[in-house]
């Protein structure tokens, strides 16, 4: 069983900066962000692999960026010059022998 604890989400103006955290308690190889605004299909944000290898959506490229601390099991996404359609409830995801586990979701609202 993989428990994945998402943090950091909340509510900030146009072109301001938040940080999302992603802790599980097993090491997961490759971990990432997805989000889902109201009306839509969940998409991929950003993914990375234990290894530090990184993968990004067009439209967060430049402004998101995906790391993580492999001694804390922890995932981080620093969203900066967020912008209103960044809007969403953003989930932690990972694969673990074939399994897909999410975290229960933050939300992240951007006011114009």
């Known amino acids: 069983q993989v428990q994945l604890v998402e943090s950091g989400g909340g509510l900030v103006q146009a072109g301001g900066s938040l940080r999302l955290s992603c802790n599980s308690i097993?090491?997961?190889?490759?971990i990432g962000w997805y989000r889902q605004a109201p009306g839509k299909q969940r998409e991929l944000v950003a993914t990375v692999t234990i290894g530090g290898r990184t993968n990004y959506a067009d439209s967060v490229k430049g402004r998101f960026t995906i790391s993580r601390d492999n001694a804390k099991n922890t995932v981080y996404l620093q969203m900066n010059s967020l912008k209103s359609e960044d809007t969403a409830v953003y989930y932690c995801?990972?694969?673990?022998?074939?399994?897909?586990?999410w975290g229960q979701g933050t939300q992240v609202t951007v006011s114009s």
């Open positions: 097993r090491s997961i190889n490759g």
């Open positions: 995801h990972g694969v673990l022998y074939g399994y897909d586990y």
